[in-house]
């Protein structure tokens, strides 16, 4: 008689394929009951995705409009030769335009920085600081590259400071720029030039 004789080994073997299969059960199992909710959850933020691209191209026509209708009006600004200047401050009440040009080179650059600041006490940031006072006190001409040495000494010197809102004057910038020469407004600026 061949009766067939399992050695220890082969035992082993068919106890590891069982509990593979065990195992595999279970894992088949959680995957199952995981699967719905992570599908949905790719799903939903699939959609949330799709809505978003679809709100930043809406804005992003909206922006492209709105930049157009902006340097329209700049433009026109620019061509009737306007000085524009825009309150940052809600709370504080509307400051006058600038009506009134100097002559090229008539305040120094540290001045002019000085004068436009105390326009704007609640902050101007560095574009906007450049902008104004180039316009104001140098008829657009002014170069940043002057401007920006400037205004690192105003820095040192302790007459400025970058605040949360951009640049402003401190206490010993508006002492110095009481004490510098301050010409008096023109009604026109000089047509001759």
Same mark, same amino acid.
Do not use: C
């Given at each position: ?12 073997? %068919? ?16 995957? #199952?009951?995981?699967? /719905?909710?992570?599908?949905? #959850? ?24 709105? +930049? ?39 305040? /120094?650059?540290?001045? %002019?920085? #000085? ?5 704007? /006490? ?9 902008? #104004? ?7 657009? +001409?002014?170069? +940043? ?40 407004? +023109?009604?026109? /600026?000089?047509?001759?030039?």
């Amino acid at each position: 008689m061949n009766a067939a004789v399992t050695t220890p080994t082969s035992r082993l073997a %068919a106890l590891e394929s069982g509990g593979a299969s065990i195992i595999m059960a279970g894992l088949e199992d959680t995957i #199952r009951q995981l699967w /719905p909710t992570f599908k949905s #959850r790719v799903d939903t933020l699939e959609e949330r995705k799709r809505l978003l691209l679809n709100q930043l191209e809406d804005l992003e026509v909206e922006l492209e409009k709105a +930049r157009q209708e902006f340097a329209a009006i700049e433009s026109a600004a620019k061509t009737l030769n306007a000085n524009l200047s825009l309150d940052l401050d809600t709370h504080v009440e509307q400051r006058p335009y600038f009506s009134t040009l100097y002559k090229y080179g008539d305040v /120094p650059i540290k001045q %002019a920085a #000085r004068l436009t600041l105390a326009e704007f /006490p609640g902050g101007l940031t560095s574009h906007d600081l450049f902008s #104004r006072l180039s316009r104001r006190y140098f008829e657009d +001409r002014l170069e +940043r590259t002057s401007f920006s040495p400037q205004l690192s000494r105003l820095k040192a010197d302790g007459e400025v400071v970058s605040a949360q809102r951009g640049w402003v004057l401190t206490e010993k910038g508006r002492e110095i720029m009481a004490q510098g020469r301050i010409l008096p407004y +023109r009604d026109e /600026p000089d047509r001759e030039e």
